[in-house]
């Protein structure tokens, strides 16, 4: 199921992330972002985050395309089985975890399981891929994509433990790192 990208997006879709962050925030602030930190000169504006499907307040679309996805990739009854990964500090494995897995469970009849591991072991875990999906938080505070790109998307990065590869996505990343022109 979860090799194939429409179930991917159709995920990706249907998590509210304006209520995730409601349910989170007597844990921390959680900031409208995406893998830039909102403080740096290129990050996108949050206005422009909040319009992107899966980021936007009104769900509706963003559910209707999700079933549309989900039913195209031979699933339209829901998913059964799958494990969701959480660390076991509390704000994820109490918060976080329950809360996404009552999102994919309300909106397309996914069925997760949550799996608790000690916080040290998150990452053990994720990079032998025993997991099918995985509730993890790292605190990215750079300024740039390149530092994140490289770790976590580009083609054999040490922390891409999704095994994402994209040969057009790594040539990015590399013009990227040696351009010296903050508006290129």
């Not at 409208?32 to 769900?59: C, T």
């Not at 009552?102 to 608790?116: A, E, P, Q």
């Amino acid at each position: 199921e979860l090799s194939d990208p429409k179930v991917r997006r159709a995920m990706y879709l249907a998590l509210n992330r304006q209520a995730l962050r409601e349910v989170f925030r007597t844990q921390e602030t959680i900031a409208v972002s995406r893998w830039v930190s909102p403080a740096s000169p290129f990050a996108m504006p949050a206005e422009e985050i909040l319009q992107i499907p899966g980021y936007r307040d009104d769900k509706e679309a963003d559910i209707e395309e999700a079933k549309s996805l989900l039913a195209e990739a031979g699933f339209a009854d829901g998913i059964s089985g799958l494990e969701l990964l959480s660390a076991s500090v509390a704000p994820h494995a109490e918060i976080m975890a329950p809360a996404v897995q009552d999102m994919l469970k309300s909106t397309l009849n996914i069925d997760t399981t949550i799996r608790v591991v000690e916080r040290s072991l998150l990452v053990e875990e994720e990079s032998k891929g025993n997991f099918d999906l995985v509730l993890d938080t790292p605190t990215i505070a750079v300024s740039d994509i390149s530092s994140i790109g490289n770790l976590y998307f580009k083609t054999g990065g040490s922390q891409n433990f999704g095994k994402f590869s994209s040969p057009e996505f790594d040539a990015l990343l590399e013009a990227a790192d040696q351009e010296l022109d903050p508006e290129k």
